[in-house]
């Protein structure tokens, strides 16, 4: 994939490039929608991402282009504030470019810079954090800059919340920041700190892509987030102090019931169970003897109150969990990423094989007039300079 990315800067280009920098994509394993409430979440960096080939310029112009059929974009140091249309990928690394800046590194030289990907976009795989974070190792890879690895993921953060306009929180930057192979990333996300868990020997993640539509600037993405902040201005009044959702006690969820809409209730009270879940996770994964069984039991809870209390899954996505869950290889399924669309992940045996995948993709194909995308993903390695 490196010499690919390579390849592509070429002839795009026609030099080679500086310096290339990959970040992964990253499973949500549990924990949706907890990170921008100030709770728990446990992913896994997998195997697939983004490369990012980057050189030089004598100039401040900044050139970007993608194999991925996106439209190439000129742009400006100079002109940043200037922002593309609504959509237009070039928000991501203009994003992380103004952010670089608006924590303090001067950037004299702009630069070319070319997008490889084996990571599908739109999935709930996190692609954008994955362009971001490639982004900003490949553009400092020159400079001395004095940033930490949780800095740049911080800034990456800021510039999906700043600049491209999403209320993400650090899941994703986190998650593909902080991978390692054969680990969970557990985030505590609001101290932002960040530790890693053994993924139990002898598992694998498959993605089962319902290739529906999924955008995280879709307004049901931040009407969610408005809603949990609706939601916390109430449980201020019940625990004054607290700072996000995450620090209201699940054993006084009862006490808001009359003070908040069902609506409202409903997403606060997914908040805190899945907070719950998430701990509950990684305790069962830190034991002597892990039982599987158990931990994908959590994993199908969580599944069921995106569905039932959030609201983000889609007949698509709950199709594939229930059909998933009717095979014994299968420790546990849930929606993974912001929901809407996109993707489940399902966590299996070495026993799950290609043709129980295939049986699946049949019933989806026959329900829904199209396959799935299915990949079977390892998990793998954070962030890094090539």
């Given at each position: 994939?490196?010499?690919?990315?390579?390849?592509?800067?070429?002839?795009?280009?026609?030099?080679?490039?500086?310096?290339?920098?990959?970040?992964?994509?990253?499973?949500?394993f549990v924990?949706?929608?907890?990170?921008?409430?100030?709770?728990?979440?446990?992913?896994?960096?997998i195997?697939?991402?983004?490369?990012?080939?980057?050189?030089y310029r004598?100039?401040?112009?900044?050139?970007?282009?993608?194999?991925d059929?996106e439209?190439?974009?000129?742009?400006?140091?100079?002109?940043?504030?200037?922002?593309?249309?609504?959509?237009?990928?070039?928000?991501?690394?203009l994003?992380?470019?103004?952010?670089?800046?608006?924590?303090g590194?001067?950037?004299?030289?702009?630069?070319?810079?070319a997008?490889?990907?084996n990571?599908?976009?739109?999935?709930?795989?996190?692609?954008?954090?994955?362009?971001?974070?490639?982004?900003?190792?490949?553009?400092?890879?020159?400079?001395?800059?004095?940033?930490?690895?949780?800095?740049l993921?911080?800034?990456?953060?800021?510039?999906?919340?700043?600049?491209?306009?999403?209320?993400?929180?650090?899941?994703?930057?986190?998650?593909?920041?902080?991978?390692?192979?054969?680990q969970?990333?557990?985030i505590?996300?609001?101290?932002?700190?960040?530790s890693?868990v053994g993924?139990?020997?002898?598992?694998?993640?498959?993605?089962?892509?319902?290739?529906?539509?999924?955008?995280?600037?879709?307004s049901?993405?931040?009407e969610r987030?408005?809603?949990?902040a609706?939601?916390l201005?109430?449980?201020e009044?019940?625990?004054?102090?607290?700072?996000?959702?995450g620090?209201?006690?699940?054993?006084?969820?009862?006490?808001?019931?009359?003070?908040?809409?069902?609506k409202?209730?409903?997403?606060?009270?997914?908040?805190?169970?899945?907070?719950?879940?998430?701990n509950?996770?990684?305790?069962h994964?830190?034991?002597?003897?892990?039982?599987?069984?158990?931990?994908?039991?959590?994993?199908?809870?969580s599944h069921?109150?995106?569905?039932?209390?959030?609201?983000?899954s889609?007949?698509?996505?709950?199709?594939?969990?229930?059909?998933?869950?009717?095979?014994?290889?299968?420790?546990?399924?849930?929606?993974?990423?912001?929901?809407?669309?996109?993707?489940?992940?399902?966590?299996?045996?070495?026993?799950?094989?290609?043709?129980d995948?295939?049986?699946?993709?049949?019933?989806?194909?026959?329900?829904?007039?199209?396959?799935?995308?299915?990949?079977?993903?390892?998990?793998?390695?954070?962030?890094?300079?090539?």
């Open positions: 994939m490196v010499e690919q990315a390579q390849d592509f800067f070429r002839e795009s280009f026609c030099n080679n490039p500086a310096v290339v920098a990959y970040a992964p994509g990253r499973i949500e924990g949706n929608h907890t990170d921008y409430n100030g709770g728990k979440v446990l992913g896994i960096a195997q697939q991402g983004i490369y990012c080939a980057l050189s004598n100039d401040r112009k900044v050139l970007g282009v993608s194999l059929g439209p190439t974009f000129t742009s400006s140091l100079d002109d940043l504030e200037t922002l593309s249309e609504d959509g237009h990928w070039s928000r991501y690394p994003g992380v470019v103004w952010a670089i800046q608006k924590k590194i001067k950037l004299e030289r702009g630069f070319n810079l997008i490889f990907s990571l599908p976009m739109g999935a709930g795989l996190s692609s954008s954090a994955a362009l971001e974070l490639s982004i900003a190792y490949a553009v400092l890879a020159d400079e001395k800059h004095g940033f930490s690895k949780k800095d993921v911080k800034i990456c953060m800021y510039a999906e919340n700043n600049y491209v306009g999403v209320p993400c929180g650090i899941l994703d930057q986190g998650v593909s920041g902080f991978g390692r192979e054969d969970l990333v557990y505590d996300c609001k101290t932002e700190s960040f890693n993924i139990p020997q002898g598992t694998h993640f498959w993605i089962f892509n319902s290739n529906t539509q999924h955008s995280l600037t879709d049901l993405y931040s987030f408005s809603e949990c609706e939601g201005k109430v449980a009044g019940f625990r004054p102090g607290i700072e996000c959702l620090d209201f006690p699940l054993s006084k969820l009862d006490s808001l019931a009359d003070h908040l809409s069902r409202i209730y409903k997403r606060v009270k997914h908040v805190l169970y899945e907070n719950q879940r998430v509950d996770v990684a305790r994964l830190l034991s002597d003897s892990v039982d599987l069984r158990t931990i994908g039991n959590f994993l199908y809870d069921e109150s995106s569905r039932n209390l959030f609201d983000n889609t007949k698509e996505l709950d199709f594939l969990v229930s059909h998933l869950r009717e095979i014994k290889s299968v420790y546990g399924a849930r929606l993974t990423g912001g929901g809407f669309g996109g993707a489940v992940m399902a966590w299996t045996s070495i026993d799950f094989k290609k043709s995948a295939a049986i699946i993709s049949k019933l989806y194909e026959a329900a829904f007039d199209h396959p799935p995308r299915i990949l079977h993903c390892k998990s793998g390695d954070g962030v890094h300079l090539i």
